[in-house]
């Protein structure tokens, strides 16, 4: 039902395109012009409502724990205790690997398929004890690697950048002159994305002609792989040349523009860039589909650019192309982030009018903005809603809450709710976790976090152990931060150059201060008389003081949620 307005104009001036396409956009200065669906099935908090506390806010969980399967350890039975058996020989602290090799050929266990790949998952962070393990298997009577297990392996080697080992198991796959190759596309495809993840795009396309020396056929389908992996891992400039450069063997169509497309919008985020290469689309005449409006919209989502959401959302119906659930999502989230709630609800009412039902995705693209917005009933609200609905919820629904806490007590409180569900904490969550508690200084339940995460089986990889020494170091803890760089290090996890810098200038001020205090303790020795002692000490003293307490002067700029000199 329209219902005309005169209260002063709002960003909402666009919000009638979502239902009449023949209205054109007004300027800011028009009369406001506001839609209802349907009633709204929750009520704005006033501003004089107090916040829920942290059992409230995690009560509704109960629901979902009684309605979700909680047996989500695939593993259990004897399988399981072979998995740890093996995963405890293999991540023993300060076991070689001539160590591990001999622990392995005396622990009895039998290889197998599914163990060999559990294992090789929990393992994945750290190549050289996963390889050890793989070539251990391999010895083992009655049984030979799947293919599933090579791919993982060859993932790992490719993770940690040891392409030389990896091809040499792709090699190995190909079974020699007699045997059946398991070399298949999508062995090679892992290889590329690999290349992909370290920017070595020309490996990585030498690696898509390889299809030919293994015989396997080389279409568009391939070459849209190839763009995609590209555009993954942020090589969407050379993923768009090499488009452009092989238009006469692989012909444009709509879907190669789109993974250029989807790459600016959602990978990099560029709101120039996408806008441009929309407009190329247009002018060689590549006809959009949903799948283009959807990664354009979502772009200008993320922007909380409402107008142009609205305004290309019209244009689909113009087009007679009829939106879908990413699309829907899409607006959804734009509406929730400027603070359109019951709008965005109403729409999600049309959803279901059209026939599409809304999923987890949709409402964590109401729960999130209303997290960072602070709030909390609302997003309780829609919470309770899927619930109801029998949706589960996922890690970025969490992730959304675990923002808004501001105890250990209850991060801790909804990690064991979340495992109740069956939702497990992944790496990019004690990521999240393991930063905050260095910005609460909480460094008790940072190392708590750091021992869970081997625990569950998410080891910690060269993402974890920056956060990590980063956040002890700007706490003070300067050891220990150093452990673990050293630590870091030994698994061959490269480091980021500023964490280098970083910890290199503490080194080289720690090595000055221990010099000093030689050479203090040496005129003390040397100097008989008392008050001379006392002059030198307090002279060689104030010279190898903590650098930590001098006065500041260098520049310091933020990155990754936290503070760095320059």
């Known amino acids: 039902m329209w219902k005309i307005s005169t209260r002063p104009p709002t960003r909402l001036v666009a919000f009638s395109l979502l239902l009449r396409s023949h209205v054109p956009i ?7 012009v506001s839609i209802d669906f349907w009633p709204s099935p929750t009520q704005t908090r006033t501003p004089t409502q107090p916040l829920p506390s942290a059992p409230t806010l995690f009560s509704s969980l109960r629901y979902c724990s009684n309605n979700v399967n909680g047996n989500s350890d695939t593993n259990n039975g004897e399988n399981g205790e072979f998995v740890r058996t093996i995963v405890d020989i293999l991540q023993e602290p300060g076991s070689s690997m001539s160590l591990v090799k001999h622990k392995l050929e005396s622990c009895g266990v039998a290889a197998s398929s599914e163990l060999v790949v559990e294992v090789l998952s929990r393992v994945r962070n750290h190549w050289e ?32 950048r040891k392409f030389d080992t990896a091809w040499a198991l792709i090699d190995e796959m190909r079974g020699g002159r007699t045997g059946t190759s398991l070399v298949t596309p999508h062995t090679l495809s892992i290889m590329i994305r690999r290349y992909c993840a370290v920017h070595d795009v020309g490996k990585a396309i030498n690696t898509f002609y390889a299809h030919k020396r293994f015989k396997f056929g080389v279409g568009i389908e391939e070459f849209q792989n190839l763009l995609s992996a590209l555009c993954r891992y942020k090589n969407v400039q050379d993923a768009e040349q090499l488009l452009f ?36 689309m247009s002018n060689r005449g590549i006809q959009r589909d949903v799948v283009s409006y959807s990664s354009i919209i979502s772009c200008y989502s993320k922007a909380t650019n409402l107008n142009k959401v609205l305004k290309l959302f019209n244009q689909m119906k113009e087009m007679e192309i009829a939106p879908d659930r990413k699309v829907y999502n899409a607006v959804v989230h734009a509406l929730a982030k400027a603070s359109f709630v019951k709008e965005a609800l109403n729409l999600m009412k049309t959803m279901e009018g059209k026939g599409i039902a809304p999923d987890s995705v949709t409402y964590n693209s109401l729960i999130k903005p209303l997290s960072r917005a602070r709030k909390i009933n609302e997003a309780k609200e829609v919470f309770d809603e899927m619930l109801q609905r029998g949706l589960s919820p996922t890690i970025r629904t969490y992730h959304a809450f675990f923002r808004i806490l501001k105890s250990g007590e209850e991060v801790f409180m909804l990690l064991e709710k979340m495992k109740e569900t069956g939702c497990h904490p992944d790496k990019d969550t004690y990521i999240m976790l393991i930063r905050r508690f260095c910005r609460w200084r909480q460094l008790d339940n940072v190392f708590k976090l750091w021992s869970e995460m081997s625990e569950n089986g998410v080891g910690p990889d060269r993402s974890s152990y920056i956060v990590l020494i980063h956040g002890l170091f700007l706490n003070g803890k300067l050891e220990e931060a150093y452990k673990y760089y050293i630590e870091m290090k ?53 010279l190898g003081r903590d650098f930590r307490q001098q006065p500041e002067t260098r520049k310091v700029t933020r990155e990754r949620g936290f503070s760095f000199w320059e």
């Open 245 to 280: 450069c092989n238009r006469n063997v692989f012909p444009f169509d709509t879907k190669s523009f789109n993974i250029i497309l989807n790459g600016w919008c959602n990978v990099i985020g560029s709101m120039r860039e996408a806008e441009r290469f929309w407009r190329e």
């Open 26 to 32: 007004q300027s800011p200065k028009a009369i406001l």
């Open 129 to 160: 004890a996963a390889f050890t393990f793989f070539l251990w298997a391999a010895k083992q009577p009655g049984y030979a690697h799947s293919l599933r297990a090579y791919h993982s392996m060859i993932s790992i080697l490719g993770k940690m």
């Open 490 to 542: 030994e698994k061959q996890f490269l480091p980021e150059p500023k964490t280098e810098d970083m910890l290199q200038a503490w080194i080289s001020g720690k090595e000055t201060a221990d010099v000093q205090m030689i050479d203090l303790k040496d005129n003390q020795s040397d100097h008989g008389q008392s008050s001379k002692k006392t002059l030198v000490t307090s002279k060689n003293v104030d």
